[in-house]
């Protein structure tokens, strides 16, 4: 399994923009998808996840300025910034529990899986 993110880079503040996630491989199901971000010399801390059904939890640091969303049938994670500042500059990180296609027949069973990260700066 892989994941794949894209659609960072450098931005100016308050230019919207969004990162893509998708996830490729031996996949039965996906049941929460979120996205991470890691500041310089910080700590991952959890942006927003969505699980299946839709349910969504946030860092309330982004409420009313990001979204996430997901496409089941792309296997993909999106997040809409909509107005970045410079406080966002991180490398974001996607992740989803999946379960596996060669294991389906063991039940449920999810294994977390990471994609590579992508770096949004902001610029003021």
């Known amino acids: 399994v892989q994941l794949q993110a894209s659609g960072g880079g450098l931005v100016q503040a308050g230019v919207s923009l969004r990162l893509s996630c998708v996830a490729s491989?031996?996949?039965?199901?996906?049941?929460?998808m979120g996205w991470y971000r890691q500041g310089s010399g910080k700590e991952r801390e959890l942006v927003a996840s969505?699980?299946?059904?839709?349910?969504?939890n946030w860092d309330e640091k982004v409420v009313g300025r990001f979204t996430i969303s997901r496409d089941n049938e792309k296997n993909a994670v999106y997040l809409q910034i909509y107005s970045p500042e410079p406080e966002d500059t991180a490398v974001y990180y996607c992740?989803?529990?999946?379960?596996?296609?060669?294991?389906?027949?063991?039940?449920?069973?999810?294994?977390?899986?990471w994609g590579q990260g992508t770096q949004v700066t902001v610029s003021s």
């Open positions: 992740n989803a529990d999946i379960w596996e296609k060669s294991k389906w027949s063991s039940g449920p069973r999810y294994t977390t899986y």
């Open positions: 491989g031996d996949i039965f199901l996906i049941n929460s």
């Open positions: 969505i699980g299946r059904p839709l349910h969504s």
